[in-house]
Each structure stands twice: as structure tokens, then as C-alpha cells.
């Protein structure tokens, strides 16, 4: 039996019917290695995607094209997800691609990573183009969303703290397709026309990854960049890293971290003002103190007391001396009266009384000398006889020379009468 | 945001208000020029204890359609 000859429009009807209600291939994941991609210049692109074996031809429509963050490459091993799709006309289908995932990793990721290399390269993250913050800022501009938590909590912060600084608040998108956009333009206004404000916080609330996305933006980070004025970026959690914290002079962990280091704590402040200021108060009167000593040492009043006091110590010396010399003069005269009652005793000892008192006798002359010899008399003379207890009255009969005596001697003569 | 530039900032007095204090501390000055480092020092704390007592915060919303500040509601 032959079968009805279909024109060629029916049967790529068909099979279009066939594969658009398939199951499978409505909704498909496919892998492999990117080549022969077209940019056309109405936004869309044409790329086919190929293994070792096949190929694959892929269709990413300008909607969808408008989500992609970097520009996709030949020889890029990526997978699409997406569904397959029949051009009628030309007898032809192709992978209709809604998403793609590039090395495992998403579109989002692979666009951080390359943005961030490049102005890396570019010198734009270099510490030296890093600004300081103002110590102590007049006035604060916040880039935010008006609605947001961020600006709720900066503001908080900042008033907790800080009853001085005046705050600008620019309210502008956070996240979208125009949040770049508009993030970008109100850091060159801000610039532009209020350049005396001290510090812009740029920031927002946590979120998705897509949410965050305007931050991890070249213009954004370009205009940071730009800025004049020092900028903090303060994007989402502590472990949110953004384009913008890279970009910025300062990377806050959070909205409330970007606002407790944009402005100082004036309670402390002035605390240590005033203790400063006793400080001062004190080494002043330490100062003078130490002069009015030093003028105190110097008055009449001291330099007499200490005369007064010169003189008693003078005083002091000449008495010790005078003891001194006292003493020295007593201890002489003691030697000396020693010395003469030593010589005293002697010449006691000497006394002839003493003989006179053993016995002996002295004979005085009528020349009333002493006599010392027998030719100091002559027979027939008085003499006196002195004895210890008195005088006797003596004649001299007889003469006779010591040698006629026989040598007998009167004073053994008068021992033997003793005994 | 207006800045007079003829008043000395908040900043700089209390580097100044240090800076003399730390001079005094050092006693390497005559009587004289003790007491003049302390007239600035007192001169300085005024400059800064002023500042902060004239606080007056001000909290502006910008409206870029009017393109000008308008309070917080």
C-alpha cells in the first residue's frame, strides 16, 4: 500500500509537534564544548555545542542573553539547560538555552571571578589607591535602598554613637537589571555636587547571589573607584565577598560594621577629651609646684635657718675642739702631778728623820755644823746631840781614830745587845 | 556640609590638645612657655568640647525628583 505524499511544511510541522511535546526534550541539561558562537548584533547567540562525535546547535534568545554576566568563548566546556526547539523553515532544530553552568559552576560565579581578575589586573583593588577615612567626619552620605534593612540599621548605629555627624541619605535601586545603573550615577552625583561630604556607605541586606549581583558590577565598581570621596561597601553577610568590597577604600562586613567604622564614638571621645584636659590640668600645677619650691629654697627666711644652722654646726666643732684641748691639758697635768708625788716619795724616802728614827744620831758643832768628822771637834767642845724625839747636851771627852778601834764596829756591837 | 575653613576642625584641636599635653608632660620648657602650651591646650579643649556641645544631627533624605533634601517622615 503507498502512503499519501506529504509536502515538506507538514512534515516539519510534525515533527516539531513531536519534539515540543516531548517529555524529555521540553526540559534538558546538556554538556559539552562551545564552538562556532555567533554574537549577533540584535542580541541574540548562535553556538553549537559539540562532543568527540556530535554536535549540537544551541540558541540563546536576547531575553535570556540580557541575564549572562561575561561573554561565553569557544572551547568553553559549559552545560545548557533548556529545551529543544524546531525551525520549520529551514528543516531544523537547536537547543533553546534558558541557563548555563560553566565548569560547574554558575554563570553568576564565573562572571565574579573574571570581572574581579580583570580590574585586578587593571590596579583598581591595589592598596595604594586606597583612601583614608576622615577621623572625624562632619557628614555621611548613605547609598542604599530608602526601604531596606540596611538603612534602618546604619542609621541606628550611627546615632547610637554619634550626635554629630550629619547624615545624607541617597536612596537608590539594590537590586534588578537597573540597580547597576543607578548605584553607579548616584556616586557621580554625590561626587559632583556634594563633593564636602566625608564618607559614603555604600551598602545593602543580605540576599541571593542574583539579588547582590549590582555590586559585583563593572560600573559600579568603576565608579567606586572614581570616587573622591572615601567609600566603604557594605554588601549583604560577613561571608557575602562583592566586586564593590574589592573596589572600595574600606570592606565592611555589614551595613551596621560600614556604620560603627564610618563615624567615632563621641561619649569616648569626649571621655578622653576630659581626661586630657586633667592631664594638662595636673602637669600645669606639677610645674608650678616645682617652681614655687625651687623660689621657696631661695627666701630670706631659708637662708637664715640656714646660717642658723651653719653657725650651731660651727659652734658644735669649736666645742669639741675645747673638750678636746681640756681634755689633753688634764691628762698632762695628772702625769704631772704623779711624776711629783712620785719624786715626793723619794725624797721622803730621803728624809733623815727617818735615820733619826732607826737609832742614829746626828752631832752638831759649836759652828752648829753637822759633824762628819772627828777633826770637826775638839776635847772639851759642847755639842748637841740630835736625836728623833729631841736634843741632848754632850761634851767631848775623847778623841780616837777609826783605826785605833780594833775594828770594832758600834753598829754590829748594838745587834748583839738587841739579841 | 558646609566647612568654614577658618575654624580649626575637631580633629586637628584634639591633635593639638595631645600634642601639647605630651610637650608638658616632657618639663623640657621654661615656666614661661609652660604656661602659654597650657593657655592652647585649654584653647584647644574649648575648640573640641564646643564642636561637640553645638551638635546638632541632621538626618536629610535626598528626593531626586526635587533634587534637594527633605527630613526623615
Not at chain 1, 733623815?352 to 758643832?365: D, M, S, V
Amino acid at each position: 500500500m503507498k502512503l499519501k505524499a506529504l509536502n515538506v511544511s507538514q512534515v516539519n510541522n510534525y515533527i516539531k509537534r513531536i519534539l515540543q511535546s516531548d517529555p524529555v526534550l521540553t526540559n534538558i541539561s546538556v554538556k559539552g564544548e562551545v564552538s562556532n558562537i555567533k554574537y549577533h548584533e540584535n542580541g541574540h547567540v548562535y553556538l553549537t555545542l559539540k562532543d568527540s562525535t556530535s554536535k549540537l546547535n544551541c540558541f540563546i534568545s536576547f531575553e535570556n542573553n540580557r541575564y549572562l554576566k561575561y561573554e561565553l568563548e569557544n572551547g568553553m566546556e559549559i552545560t545548557v539547560s533548556g529545551y529543544i526547539s524546531v525551525y520549520e523553515k529551514y528543516g531544523s532544530y537547536s537547543l533553546n538555552v534558558l541557563d548555563i553552568i560553566v565548569e560547574g559552576k554558575g554563570n553568576l560565579h564565573i562572571a565574579f571571578e573574571k570581572l574581579k581578575e580583570k580590574l585586578k589586573k587593571e590596579g583598581l583593588f591595589d592598596a595604594s589607591q586606597k583612601k583614608e577615612l576622615p577621623f572625624f567626619p562632619k557628614s555621611v552620605a548613605i547609598v542604599t535602598s530608602a526601604s531596606g534593612a540596611a538603612i534602618k540599621d546604619i542609621l541606628m548605629t550611627i546615632k547610637k554613637k554619634n550626635y554629630y555627624v550629619n547624615i545624607y541619605v541617597f536612596p537608590c535601586l539594590v537590586q534588578g537589571n537597573y540597580a547597576s545603573k543607578d548605584i553607579s550615577g548616584v556616586l557621580e552625583h554625590i561626587n559632583k555636587h556634594y563633593p564636602d561630604i566625608d564618607i559614603i556607605i555604600l551598602g545593602r541586606g543580605g540576599g541571593s547571589m542574583e539579588e547582590l549581583w549590582p555590586f559585583n558590577e563593572e560600573i559600579v565598581a568603576r565608579s567606586i573607584h572614581a570616587s573622591t570621596i572615601p567609600v566603604i561597601s557594605a554588601v549583604g553577610h560577613e561571608t557575602d565577598f562583592s566586586i564593590s568590597d574589592f573596589a572600595a577604600d574600606v570592606r565592611a562586613a555589614t551595613p551596621t560594621a560600614a556604620a560603627d567604622i564610618a563615624v567615632p564614638n563621641l561619649f569616648e571621645l569626649s571621655r578622653n577629651m576630659k581626661k586630657v584636659k586633667k592631664d594638662l590640668n595636673t602637669i600645669m600645677y606639677q610645674i608650678i609646684e616645682e617652681r614655687r619650691n625651687k623660689l621657696q629654697k631661695h627666701n630670706f627666711e631659708v637662708i637664715t635657718s640656714l646660717l642658723k644652722h651653719q653657725i650651731r654646726n660651727l659652734q658644735l666643732y669649736c666645742n669639741q675642739y675645747h673638750n678636746d684641748i681640756y681634755t689633753v691639758l688634764r691628762e698632762k697635768m695628772n702625769h704631772y702631778k704623779n711624776e711629783i708625788e712620785k719624786r715626793f716619795a723619794v725624797l721622803e724616802h730621803l728624809n733623815p728623820e727617818h735615820i733619826l728614827k732607826r737609832g742614829f744620831a746626828a752631832l752638831i758643832n759649836k759652828n752648829d755644823s753637822f759633824v762628819k768628822s772627828i777633826e770637826d771637834v775638839d776635847i772639851g767642845d759642847d755639842v748637841t746631840i740630835v736625836l728623833a724625839d729631841g736634843d741632848l747636851s754632850g761634851r767631848i771627852i775623847n778623841k780616837k781614830h777609826k783605826d785605833c778601834l780594833n775594828n770594832k764596829n758600834p753598829v754590829e756591837k748594838e745587834r748583839k745587845n738587841d739579841g | 556640609m558646609t566647612d568654614n575653613k577658618n575654624e580649626i576642625s575637631f580633629e586637628k584641636a584634639l591633635t593639638q590638645l595631645e600634642k601639647v599635653t605630651e610637650k608638658l608632660k616632657e618639663g623640657k620648657v621654661t615656666l614661661e612657655e609652660s604656661l602659654k602650651l597650657y593657655d592652647e591646650g585649654i584653647k584647644y579643649y574649648k575648640v573640641c568640647s564646643d564642636i561637640l556641645e553645638d551638635a546638632n544631627q541632621k538626618i536629610l533624605y535626598y528626593d531626586k525628583e526635587m533634587k534637594s533634601f527633605k527630613e526623615a517622615e
